[in-house]
Protein backbone atom coordinates (compact mmCIF):
# COMPACT_ATOMS: atom_id res chain seq x y z
CA UNK A 1 0.00 0.00 0.00
CA UNK A 2 2.84 2.22 0.84
CA UNK A 3 3.95 1.86 -2.86
CA UNK A 4 0.59 3.81 -4.10
CA UNK A 5 0.82 6.55 -1.15
CA UNK A 6 3.87 7.86 -2.82
CA UNK A 7 2.92 7.47 -6.49
CA UNK A 8 1.94 10.59 -7.85
CA UNK A 9 -1.29 10.30 -10.11
CA UNK A 10 -0.03 10.70 -13.65
CA UNK A 11 -2.09 11.09 -16.60
CA UNK A 12 -1.88 7.83 -18.65
CA UNK A 13 -1.17 7.68 -22.49
CA UNK A 14 1.10 10.56 -22.77
CA UNK A 15 4.40 9.09 -23.99
CA UNK A 16 7.88 10.86 -23.91
CA UNK A 17 8.74 9.19 -27.26
CA UNK A 18 11.73 8.07 -28.69
CA UNK A 19 12.97 8.87 -24.91
CA UNK A 20 10.69 5.81 -23.53
CA UNK A 21 12.22 2.97 -25.53
CA UNK A 22 14.98 3.03 -22.71
CA UNK A 23 12.85 1.80 -20.25
CA UNK A 24 11.52 -0.67 -23.04
CA UNK A 25 14.27 -1.64 -24.42
CA UNK A 26 13.79 -5.70 -22.86
CA UNK A 27 10.18 -5.17 -24.87
CA UNK A 28 11.98 -4.11 -27.45
CA UNK A 29 14.35 -6.65 -27.41
CA UNK A 30 11.44 -9.37 -27.61
CA UNK A 31 9.59 -7.55 -30.45
CA UNK A 32 12.58 -7.35 -32.82
CA UNK A 33 13.30 -11.32 -32.02
CA UNK A 34 9.57 -12.01 -32.59
CA UNK A 35 9.99 -10.17 -36.01
CA UNK A 36 13.01 -12.61 -36.60
CA UNK A 37 11.00 -15.53 -35.76
CA UNK A 38 7.97 -14.93 -37.68
CA UNK A 39 9.46 -13.20 -40.88
CA UNK A 40 9.93 -16.78 -42.54
CA UNK A 41 7.91 -19.54 -40.84
CA UNK A 42 7.03 -21.57 -42.92
CA UNK A 43 9.40 -21.31 -45.90
CA UNK A 44 12.19 -23.65 -46.81
CA UNK A 45 15.01 -21.39 -47.33
CA UNK A 46 13.97 -19.51 -43.89
CA UNK A 47 16.40 -16.63 -43.66
CA UNK A 48 18.38 -16.95 -46.86
CA UNK A 49 15.62 -15.67 -48.53
CA UNK A 50 17.77 -12.83 -47.17
CA UNK A 51 20.65 -13.26 -49.30
CA UNK A 52 19.06 -14.84 -52.08
CA UNK A 53 16.92 -11.82 -52.97
CA UNK A 54 19.79 -9.42 -52.75
CA UNK A 55 22.14 -11.80 -54.19
CA UNK A 56 20.29 -12.20 -57.53
CA UNK A 57 19.49 -8.08 -57.27
CA UNK A 58 22.88 -8.18 -57.58
CA UNK A 59 23.81 -10.15 -60.41
CA UNK A 60 20.79 -8.75 -62.39
CA UNK A 61 22.03 -5.53 -62.00
CA UNK A 62 25.86 -6.06 -62.72
CA UNK A 63 24.91 -8.50 -65.99
CA UNK A 64 22.68 -5.75 -67.08
CA UNK A 65 24.50 -2.36 -66.40
CA UNK A 66 28.11 -3.63 -65.76
CA UNK A 67 28.46 -5.34 -68.99
CA UNK A 68 25.59 -4.47 -70.94
CA UNK A 69 25.73 -0.65 -70.11
CA UNK A 70 29.68 -0.68 -69.87
CA UNK A 71 29.70 0.64 -66.30
CA UNK A 72 32.68 -2.04 -65.42
CA UNK A 73 36.27 -1.08 -66.62
CA UNK A 74 37.72 -3.73 -69.17
CA UNK A 75 40.45 -3.73 -71.63
CA UNK A 76 37.75 -2.53 -74.32
CA UNK A 77 35.74 -0.23 -71.58
CA UNK A 78 38.76 1.46 -69.90
CA UNK A 79 37.02 4.24 -68.77
CA UNK A 80 34.67 2.63 -66.69
CA UNK A 81 34.24 1.34 -63.08
CA UNK A 82 37.60 -0.60 -61.52
CA UNK A 83 35.76 -3.26 -59.35
CA UNK A 84 32.37 -2.14 -60.40
CA UNK A 85 30.85 -5.63 -58.62
CA UNK A 86 32.18 -4.42 -54.99
CA UNK A 87 31.20 -0.70 -55.82
CA UNK A 88 27.77 -1.81 -56.78
CA UNK A 89 27.74 -4.59 -54.43
CA UNK A 90 28.09 -1.66 -51.29
CA UNK A 91 26.20 0.52 -52.44
CA UNK A 92 23.21 -2.20 -52.58
CA UNK A 93 23.27 -3.38 -49.02
CA UNK A 94 22.78 0.18 -47.90
CA UNK A 95 20.00 0.71 -50.18
CA UNK A 96 18.48 -2.96 -49.18
CA UNK A 97 19.19 -2.02 -45.61
CA UNK A 98 17.05 1.26 -45.97
CA UNK A 99 14.41 0.18 -47.97
CA UNK A 100 13.54 -3.02 -45.96
CA UNK A 101 13.39 -0.24 -42.52
CA UNK A 102 11.46 2.29 -43.99
CA UNK A 103 8.84 -0.31 -45.78
CA UNK A 104 8.02 -2.30 -42.62
CA UNK A 105 8.74 0.64 -40.22
CA UNK A 106 5.56 2.67 -42.13
CA UNK A 107 3.43 -0.45 -42.24
CA UNK A 108 4.12 -1.20 -38.21
CA UNK A 109 1.27 0.80 -36.53
CA UNK A 110 -0.93 -0.57 -38.64
CA UNK A 111 0.03 -4.43 -38.56
CA UNK A 112 -0.06 -4.01 -34.88
CA UNK A 113 -3.21 -1.97 -34.87
CA UNK A 114 -4.85 -4.98 -32.63
CA UNK A 115 -2.06 -4.17 -29.80
CA UNK A 116 -2.44 -0.40 -30.36
CA UNK A 117 -6.04 -0.40 -29.76
CA UNK A 118 -6.07 -2.33 -27.09
CA UNK A 119 -3.21 -1.85 -24.41
CA UNK A 120 -1.05 0.89 -23.91
CA UNK A 121 2.73 0.99 -24.60
CA UNK A 122 5.12 3.45 -26.25
CA UNK A 123 4.16 2.80 -29.81
CA UNK A 124 7.35 4.60 -31.48
CA UNK A 125 8.78 0.52 -30.60
CA UNK A 126 7.11 -1.17 -33.62
CA UNK A 127 8.35 1.39 -36.68
CA UNK A 128 11.94 1.52 -33.95
CA UNK A 129 11.94 -2.86 -34.07
CA UNK A 130 11.27 -2.88 -37.78
CA UNK A 131 14.66 -0.77 -38.32
CA UNK A 132 16.17 -3.18 -35.49
CA UNK A 133 14.95 -5.97 -37.52
CA UNK A 134 16.15 -4.64 -40.65
CA UNK A 135 19.70 -3.90 -39.21
CA UNK A 136 20.10 -7.76 -38.31
CA UNK A 137 19.20 -8.90 -41.80
CA UNK A 138 21.80 -5.97 -43.08
CA UNK A 139 24.58 -7.61 -41.21
CA UNK A 140 25.18 -10.77 -42.89
CA UNK A 141 25.06 -8.99 -46.56
CA UNK A 142 27.81 -7.00 -44.90
CA UNK A 143 29.79 -10.03 -43.95
CA UNK A 144 29.43 -10.90 -47.94
CA UNK A 145 30.22 -7.29 -48.79
CA UNK A 146 33.73 -7.62 -47.01
CA UNK A 147 34.59 -10.88 -48.27
CA UNK A 148 33.99 -9.62 -51.16
CA UNK A 149 35.95 -6.69 -50.81
CA UNK A 150 38.74 -8.88 -49.46
CA UNK A 151 38.90 -10.74 -52.61
CA UNK A 152 39.32 -7.83 -54.82
CA UNK A 153 42.34 -6.45 -52.39
CA UNK A 154 40.65 -4.91 -49.79
CA UNK A 155 42.85 -2.29 -47.32
CA UNK A 156 41.08 -0.28 -45.81
CA UNK A 157 42.49 2.47 -43.37
CA UNK A 158 40.49 3.86 -39.77
CA UNK A 159 38.81 6.55 -41.14
CA UNK A 160 37.41 4.46 -43.53
CA UNK A 161 36.10 2.11 -41.27
CA UNK A 162 35.05 4.73 -39.44
CA UNK A 163 33.05 5.93 -42.68
CA UNK A 164 31.43 3.07 -42.63
CA UNK A 165 29.67 3.39 -39.63
CA UNK A 166 28.74 6.87 -40.04
CA UNK A 167 27.22 6.06 -43.43
CA UNK A 168 25.17 3.43 -41.95
CA UNK A 169 24.25 5.65 -39.08
CA UNK A 170 23.33 8.12 -41.48
CA UNK A 171 20.72 6.01 -43.03
CA UNK A 172 19.25 4.38 -40.06
CA UNK A 173 18.34 7.87 -38.19
CA UNK A 174 17.13 8.78 -41.55
CA UNK A 175 14.96 5.40 -41.85
CA UNK A 176 13.69 5.76 -38.66
CA UNK A 177 12.47 9.11 -38.78
CA UNK A 178 10.82 8.66 -42.31
CA UNK A 179 9.11 5.45 -40.64
CA UNK A 180 7.65 7.37 -37.93
CA UNK A 181 6.40 9.85 -40.07
CA UNK A 182 5.03 7.71 -42.33
CA UNK A 183 3.95 5.08 -39.88
CA UNK A 184 1.82 7.38 -38.49
CA UNK A 185 0.31 9.04 -41.57
CA UNK A 186 -0.40 5.38 -43.08
CA UNK A 187 -3.04 5.32 -39.94
CA UNK A 188 -5.35 7.51 -41.31
CA UNK A 189 -4.79 7.46 -44.88
CA UNK A 190 -3.57 3.90 -46.22
CA UNK A 191 -1.91 5.36 -49.31
CA UNK A 192 1.21 6.54 -47.37
CA UNK A 193 2.29 2.83 -48.14
CA UNK A 194 2.07 3.06 -51.47
CA UNK A 195 3.50 6.80 -51.19
CA UNK A 196 6.51 4.76 -49.67
CA UNK A 197 7.20 2.45 -52.09
CA UNK A 198 7.64 4.64 -54.55
CA UNK A 199 10.03 6.71 -53.00
CA UNK A 200 11.90 3.54 -51.97
CA UNK A 201 12.08 3.18 -56.10
CA UNK A 202 13.65 6.73 -56.55
CA UNK A 203 15.57 6.73 -53.54
CA UNK A 204 17.65 3.63 -55.46
CA UNK A 205 17.73 5.67 -58.32
CA UNK A 206 18.52 9.08 -56.92
CA UNK A 207 21.51 8.00 -54.89
CA UNK A 208 24.75 6.90 -56.79
CA UNK A 209 24.24 3.15 -56.07
CA UNK A 210 24.45 2.22 -59.89
CA UNK A 211 26.26 4.37 -61.85
CA UNK A 212 29.46 6.81 -60.55
CA UNK A 213 28.62 10.16 -58.61
CA UNK A 214 30.55 11.86 -61.07
CA UNK A 215 28.44 11.18 -64.10
CA UNK A 216 25.50 13.33 -61.99
CA UNK A 217 28.01 16.07 -61.62
CA UNK A 218 28.52 16.44 -65.56
CA UNK A 219 25.06 16.50 -66.11
CA UNK A 220 23.75 18.87 -63.37
CA UNK A 221 26.15 21.49 -62.89
CA UNK A 222 27.70 22.29 -59.50
CA UNK A 223 23.74 23.68 -58.06
CA UNK A 224 21.78 21.60 -59.12
CA UNK A 225 24.44 18.78 -57.89
CA UNK A 226 24.64 20.19 -54.52
CA UNK A 227 20.65 19.41 -54.49
CA UNK A 228 21.63 15.69 -54.98
CA UNK A 229 24.52 15.77 -52.85
CA UNK A 230 22.35 16.85 -49.64
CA UNK A 231 20.53 13.34 -49.69
CA UNK A 232 21.23 11.86 -46.72
CA UNK A 233 21.21 8.20 -48.94
CA UNK A 234 23.34 9.66 -51.16
CA UNK A 235 25.76 10.73 -48.39
CA UNK A 236 25.62 7.69 -46.81
CA UNK A 237 25.99 5.26 -50.13
CA UNK A 238 29.63 7.73 -51.11
CA UNK A 239 30.77 6.63 -47.10
CA UNK A 240 29.95 3.11 -48.18
CA UNK A 241 32.06 3.53 -51.33
CA UNK A 242 34.56 5.27 -49.53
CA UNK A 243 35.26 2.57 -46.99
CA UNK A 244 34.50 -0.42 -48.89
CA UNK A 245 35.03 -0.19 -52.68
CA UNK A 246 37.63 2.71 -52.98
CA UNK A 247 40.07 0.75 -50.98
CA UNK A 248 39.75 -2.40 -53.22
CA UNK A 249 40.90 0.01 -56.45
CA UNK A 250 44.15 1.70 -57.23
CA UNK A 251 43.36 4.82 -55.14
CA UNK A 252 42.96 7.02 -58.69
CA UNK A 253 39.23 7.21 -58.96
CA UNK A 254 37.93 10.64 -57.78
CA UNK A 255 35.63 10.14 -54.23
CA UNK A 256 33.26 13.20 -54.30
CA UNK A 257 34.97 16.46 -53.18
CA UNK A 258 34.68 17.51 -49.41
CA UNK A 259 32.80 14.15 -48.21
CA UNK A 260 34.06 14.66 -44.51
CA UNK A 261 34.48 18.07 -44.40
CA UNK A 262 31.01 19.04 -45.71
CA UNK A 263 28.46 16.47 -46.75
CA UNK A 264 28.98 14.33 -43.83
CA UNK A 265 27.65 16.43 -41.11
CA UNK A 266 25.04 17.92 -43.82
CA UNK A 267 24.26 14.19 -44.07
CA UNK A 268 23.97 13.89 -39.97
CA UNK A 269 22.01 17.23 -39.74
CA UNK A 270 19.60 16.45 -42.41
CA UNK A 271 18.47 13.11 -41.01
CA UNK A 272 18.35 13.96 -37.37
CA UNK A 273 16.04 16.66 -38.43
CA UNK A 274 14.07 14.47 -40.12
CA UNK A 275 13.92 12.49 -37.34
CA UNK A 276 12.71 15.13 -35.18
CA UNK A 277 10.09 15.84 -37.49
CA UNK A 278 9.12 12.23 -37.40
CA UNK A 279 9.06 12.34 -34.18
CA UNK A 280 6.66 15.81 -33.27
CA UNK A 281 4.57 14.43 -36.43
CA UNK A 282 4.08 10.94 -34.30
CA UNK A 283 3.42 12.47 -31.34
CA UNK A 284 0.36 14.69 -32.62
CA UNK A 285 -1.00 11.78 -34.48
CA UNK A 286 -0.81 8.96 -31.99
CA UNK A 287 -3.33 10.53 -29.89
CA UNK A 288 -6.27 8.88 -32.13
CA UNK A 289 -4.58 6.00 -32.91
CA UNK A 290 -6.55 3.68 -31.26
CA UNK A 291 -9.94 4.82 -32.45
CA UNK A 292 -8.64 5.42 -36.20
CA UNK A 293 -7.39 2.03 -36.41
CA UNK B 1 -8.89 7.33 1.23
CA UNK B 2 -6.28 7.35 -1.60
CA UNK B 3 -7.55 8.20 -4.82
CA UNK B 4 -6.57 5.32 -7.55
CA UNK B 5 -8.46 6.99 -10.93
CA UNK B 6 -10.08 10.83 -11.13
CA UNK B 7 -11.58 10.92 -14.25
CA UNK B 8 -12.83 14.99 -14.41
CA UNK B 9 -15.29 16.14 -16.97
CA UNK B 10 -13.52 13.97 -19.91
CA UNK B 11 -15.96 14.23 -23.33
CA UNK B 12 -15.25 12.06 -26.48
CA UNK B 13 -16.28 12.53 -29.72
CA UNK B 14 -15.57 9.78 -32.14
CA UNK B 15 -15.39 10.41 -35.73
CA UNK B 16 -16.85 7.56 -38.43
CA UNK B 17 -14.70 8.25 -40.68
CA UNK B 18 -16.28 6.52 -44.33
CA UNK B 19 -12.98 6.98 -46.21
CA UNK B 20 -9.54 5.39 -46.31
CA UNK B 21 -7.75 6.79 -48.92
CA UNK B 22 -6.73 10.09 -49.31
CA UNK B 23 -8.08 10.12 -53.09
CA UNK B 24 -11.54 11.00 -51.85
CA UNK B 25 -10.39 13.18 -49.16
CA UNK B 26 -9.43 15.67 -52.23
CA UNK B 27 -12.07 14.76 -54.47
CA UNK B 28 -13.73 16.11 -51.30
CA UNK B 29 -12.23 19.16 -51.30
CA UNK B 30 -12.33 19.41 -54.54
CA UNK B 31 -16.17 19.53 -54.64
CA UNK B 32 -16.36 22.26 -52.19
CA UNK B 33 -17.05 20.41 -48.91
CA UNK B 34 -20.12 18.87 -50.13
CA UNK B 35 -21.89 16.17 -47.75
CA UNK B 36 -20.63 14.93 -45.05
CA UNK B 37 -17.29 13.29 -45.12
CA UNK B 38 -17.45 12.08 -41.24
CA UNK B 39 -20.41 11.62 -39.14
CA UNK B 40 -19.75 12.28 -35.51
CA UNK B 41 -21.25 11.36 -32.14
CA UNK B 42 -20.51 11.61 -28.53
CA UNK B 43 -19.03 8.14 -27.00
CA UNK B 44 -18.41 9.63 -23.64
CA UNK B 45 -20.39 13.23 -22.60
CA UNK B 46 -19.19 14.79 -19.48
CA UNK B 47 -17.95 11.91 -17.34
CA UNK B 48 -16.32 12.32 -14.13
CA UNK B 49 -15.96 9.46 -11.79
CA UNK B 50 -12.95 8.96 -8.96
CA UNK B 51 -12.33 5.60 -7.73
CA UNK B 52 -10.23 5.22 -4.36
CA UNK B 53 -7.39 2.83 -4.14
CA UNK B 54 -8.59 -0.66 -3.00
CA UNK B 55 -12.28 -0.06 -4.67
CA UNK B 56 -13.96 -2.52 -6.90
CA UNK B 57 -16.14 -1.11 -9.35
CA UNK B 58 -17.88 -2.44 -12.28
CA UNK B 59 -19.46 -0.39 -14.95
CA UNK B 60 -22.63 -1.21 -16.10
CA UNK B 61 -24.57 -0.82 -19.45
CA UNK B 62 -26.44 -1.49 -22.23
CA UNK B 63 -23.70 -2.37 -25.73
CA UNK B 64 -23.04 1.13 -27.35
CA UNK B 65 -23.03 3.05 -23.20
CA UNK B 66 -19.69 3.73 -23.74
CA UNK B 67 -18.70 1.37 -20.84
CA UNK B 68 -15.21 -0.21 -22.68
CA UNK B 69 -14.68 3.42 -24.16
CA UNK B 70 -14.02 4.73 -20.58
CA UNK B 71 -11.93 1.67 -19.99
CA UNK B 72 -9.87 2.61 -22.57
CA UNK B 73 -9.47 6.32 -21.11
CA UNK B 74 -8.32 4.90 -18.00
CA UNK B 75 -6.09 3.10 -19.68
CA UNK B 76 -4.28 5.31 -21.65
CA UNK B 77 -5.01 3.65 -24.84
CA UNK B 78 -7.21 6.72 -25.60
CA UNK B 79 -7.24 10.10 -24.74
CA UNK B 80 -10.02 12.53 -24.00
CA UNK B 81 -10.70 15.12 -26.74
CA UNK B 82 -11.75 17.92 -23.57
CA UNK B 83 -11.04 16.93 -19.19
CA UNK B 84 -8.68 15.15 -17.66
CA UNK B 85 -7.61 11.48 -16.85
CA UNK B 86 -5.03 10.61 -13.63
CA UNK B 87 -4.32 7.30 -12.76
CA UNK B 88 -2.00 6.60 -9.73
CA UNK B 89 0.77 3.76 -9.95
CA UNK B 90 0.94 1.18 -12.25
CA UNK B 91 -2.39 0.62 -14.74
CA UNK B 92 -3.02 -2.99 -16.47
CA UNK B 93 -5.75 -3.98 -18.61
CA UNK B 94 -6.78 -7.51 -18.87
CA UNK B 95 -8.29 -6.09 -21.78
CA UNK B 96 -9.19 -9.09 -24.56
CA UNK B 97 -6.82 -11.57 -23.32
CA UNK B 98 -4.01 -12.89 -26.08
CA UNK B 99 -4.38 -9.08 -27.52
CA UNK B 100 -0.42 -9.22 -27.82
CA UNK B 101 -0.34 -13.62 -28.18
CA UNK B 102 1.34 -14.14 -31.54
CA UNK B 103 0.20 -17.84 -33.06
CA UNK B 104 3.40 -18.79 -34.40
CA UNK B 105 5.81 -18.25 -31.01
CA UNK B 106 6.04 -20.89 -28.56
CA UNK B 107 3.84 -20.74 -25.32
CA UNK B 108 7.14 -19.99 -23.35
CA UNK B 109 7.96 -16.56 -26.29
CA UNK B 110 4.53 -15.58 -25.36
CA UNK B 111 4.38 -15.32 -21.93
CA UNK B 112 7.45 -12.89 -22.18
CA UNK B 113 6.30 -11.08 -24.94
CA UNK B 114 2.83 -10.35 -23.21
CA UNK B 115 4.41 -10.11 -20.11
CA UNK B 116 6.56 -6.81 -21.48
CA UNK B 117 3.83 -5.31 -23.66
CA UNK B 118 1.70 -5.80 -20.24
CA UNK B 119 4.46 -3.94 -18.22
CA UNK B 120 6.40 -6.50 -16.64
CA UNK B 121 10.66 -6.61 -16.23
CA UNK B 122 12.69 -9.72 -17.50
CA UNK B 123 13.39 -10.20 -13.69
CA UNK B 124 9.48 -9.77 -12.75
CA UNK B 125 9.08 -12.37 -15.98
CA UNK B 126 11.24 -14.50 -14.85
CA UNK B 127 10.21 -14.68 -11.06
CA UNK B 128 6.73 -15.38 -11.95
CA UNK B 129 7.25 -17.86 -14.90
CA UNK B 130 6.68 -21.13 -13.35
CA UNK B 131 3.66 -19.49 -11.19
CA UNK B 132 2.24 -18.64 -14.66
CA UNK B 133 2.73 -21.93 -16.15
CA UNK B 134 1.16 -23.57 -13.26
CA UNK B 135 -2.05 -21.26 -12.99
CA UNK B 136 -2.95 -21.51 -16.67
CA UNK B 137 -2.31 -25.64 -16.35
CA UNK B 138 -0.84 -25.58 -19.43
CA UNK B 139 1.97 -27.91 -18.53
CA UNK B 140 4.53 -29.79 -21.02
CA UNK B 141 2.65 -27.31 -24.14
CA UNK B 142 4.31 -24.42 -23.22
CA UNK B 143 7.07 -24.97 -25.84
CA UNK B 144 4.60 -25.72 -28.35
CA UNK B 145 3.59 -23.02 -30.51
CA UNK B 146 0.13 -21.46 -29.06
CA UNK B 147 -1.48 -21.77 -32.86
CA UNK B 148 -1.62 -25.22 -31.85
CA UNK B 149 -3.33 -24.63 -28.37
CA UNK B 150 -7.44 -25.14 -28.24
CA UNK B 151 -8.84 -22.02 -28.00
CA UNK B 152 -9.35 -22.65 -24.29
CA UNK B 153 -5.77 -23.32 -23.31
CA UNK B 154 -4.83 -20.07 -25.22
CA UNK B 155 -7.58 -18.00 -23.26
CA UNK B 156 -6.42 -19.72 -19.78
CA UNK B 157 -2.27 -18.57 -20.69
CA UNK B 158 -3.12 -15.27 -22.10
CA UNK B 159 -5.35 -14.73 -18.30
CA UNK B 160 -2.69 -16.24 -16.03
CA UNK B 161 -0.15 -13.83 -17.93
CA UNK B 162 -1.89 -10.41 -17.08
CA UNK B 163 -3.16 -11.86 -13.51
CA UNK B 164 0.55 -12.13 -12.51
CA UNK B 165 1.19 -8.43 -13.71
CA UNK B 166 0.70 -6.94 -10.30
CA UNK B 167 -0.20 -3.52 -10.98
CA UNK B 168 -1.97 -1.32 -8.55
CA UNK B 169 -4.88 -1.04 -10.99
CA UNK B 170 -6.63 -4.03 -12.81
CA UNK B 171 -8.97 -2.52 -15.67
CA UNK B 172 -11.23 -6.09 -16.34
CA UNK B 173 -13.15 -5.96 -19.38
CA UNK B 174 -15.27 -8.77 -20.91
CA UNK B 175 -12.96 -11.65 -19.84
CA UNK B 176 -14.52 -13.62 -16.84
CA UNK B 177 -15.73 -16.09 -19.71
CA UNK B 178 -12.57 -17.92 -19.42
CA UNK B 179 -12.01 -21.30 -20.34
CA UNK B 180 -14.44 -24.11 -18.28
CA UNK B 181 -16.15 -23.98 -14.90
CA UNK B 182 -12.83 -25.03 -12.96
CA UNK B 183 -11.35 -22.48 -14.47
CA UNK B 184 -13.73 -19.74 -14.18
CA UNK B 185 -14.27 -20.22 -10.87
CA UNK B 186 -10.24 -20.07 -10.49
CA UNK B 187 -10.06 -16.77 -12.46
CA UNK B 188 -12.42 -15.70 -9.82
CA UNK B 189 -11.23 -16.56 -6.89
CA UNK B 190 -7.79 -14.98 -8.26
CA UNK B 191 -9.79 -11.74 -8.65
CA UNK B 192 -11.83 -11.18 -5.62
CA UNK B 193 -8.17 -12.31 -3.48
CA UNK B 194 -6.56 -9.82 -5.58
CA UNK B 195 -9.68 -7.62 -4.50
CA UNK B 196 -8.62 -8.65 -1.16
CA UNK B 197 -4.97 -7.36 -1.50
CA UNK B 198 -6.19 -3.83 -1.94
CA UNK B 199 -5.66 -3.70 -5.29
CA UNK B 200 -8.13 -1.61 -7.10
CA UNK B 201 -10.41 -3.12 -9.79
CA UNK B 202 -12.56 -2.03 -12.62
CA UNK B 203 -14.82 -4.68 -14.41
CA UNK B 204 -16.63 -4.51 -17.22
CA UNK B 205 -18.96 -7.37 -18.17
CA UNK B 206 -22.65 -8.48 -18.68
CA UNK B 207 -22.81 -11.16 -16.70
CA UNK B 208 -24.65 -8.98 -13.70
CA UNK B 209 -24.56 -11.91 -10.65
CA UNK B 210 -20.56 -12.27 -11.26
CA UNK B 211 -20.23 -8.11 -10.75
CA UNK B 212 -22.41 -8.17 -7.94
CA UNK B 213 -20.35 -11.10 -6.32
CA UNK B 214 -16.80 -9.30 -7.11
CA UNK B 215 -17.66 -5.71 -6.52
CA UNK B 216 -19.19 -3.72 -4.09
CA UNK B 217 -20.04 -0.11 -6.37
CA UNK B 218 -21.39 -0.34 -9.45
CA UNK B 219 -21.33 2.69 -12.00
CA UNK B 220 -24.32 2.65 -14.55
CA UNK B 221 -23.60 3.96 -18.11
CA UNK B 222 -26.06 5.39 -20.72
CA UNK B 223 -25.56 7.02 -24.11
CA UNK B 224 -21.88 8.23 -22.78
CA UNK B 225 -23.58 9.32 -19.55
CA UNK B 226 -23.03 8.38 -16.02
CA UNK B 227 -26.63 7.18 -15.12
CA UNK B 228 -26.40 5.95 -11.77
CA UNK B 229 -23.32 5.33 -9.41
CA UNK B 230 -23.20 3.75 -6.07
CA UNK B 231 -23.92 0.39 -4.67
CA UNK B 232 -23.37 -2.59 -7.11
CA UNK B 233 -26.83 -4.21 -5.61
CA UNK B 234 -28.95 -0.56 -6.48
CA UNK B 235 -27.23 -0.44 -9.73
CA UNK B 236 -27.72 -4.04 -10.98
CA UNK B 237 -31.56 -3.34 -9.98
CA UNK B 238 -31.71 -0.16 -12.14
CA UNK B 239 -30.64 -2.00 -15.20
CA UNK B 240 -32.53 -4.77 -14.60
CA UNK B 241 -35.82 -2.96 -14.23
Same mark, same amino acid.
Request: with cysteine; net charge neutral.
Given at each position: ??????????????????? @??????????????????????????????? =?????????????????? $?????? +????????????????? *????????????????? *??????? *???? =???????????????????????????? &??????????????????????????????? &???????????? @???????????????????? =????????????????? =???? +??? *??????????????? @??????????????????????????????????? $????????? | ?????????????? #???????????????????????????????????????????????????????????????????????????????????????????????? #????????????????????? !?????????????????????????? %??????????? #???????? %????????????????????????????????????? !?????????????????????? #??????
Amino acid at each position: MSVISTSELTTPGLGGGLR @DLKQSSFLLKLLVRKELKVRYRGSVLGLLWS =YVKPGVQFIVFYVALGIF $LGLERS +PKNPDGLANYAVYLFSG *IVLINFFSEALGNAARS *IVMNGNL *IKKI =YLPRELFPVASVWVSAVHFFPQLVVLVG &GCVLAGWHPNPLQLLAAVAGFVIVALLATGL &GLLFGSANVYFR @DSENLVDMLLMIATWASPVM =YAWSMVEQKLGTAAFAV =YQAN +PIT *IGVELFHYAFWFPTT @DGSAAMPPNLFSLWLPVGLVVAVVILLLGQYTFRR $LEGRFAQEL | MVTAIEVSDISKQF #VLRHTRSLKEAVVWLAKGRKGDLSEKFHALKNVSVEIDAGETVALLGLNGSGKSTLLKHISGVMLPDTGTVKTRGRVAGLIEVGAGFHPDLSGRDN #VFLNGAILGMTEQQINDKFDD !IVEFSEIGQFIDTEVKFYSSGMYLRL %AFSVAVHTDPE #VFLIDEIL %AVGDEPFQRKCIDKIQELARDGKTLVVVSHDLDLVSR !ICDRGILMEHGNVKFDGPIHEA #VSILRA
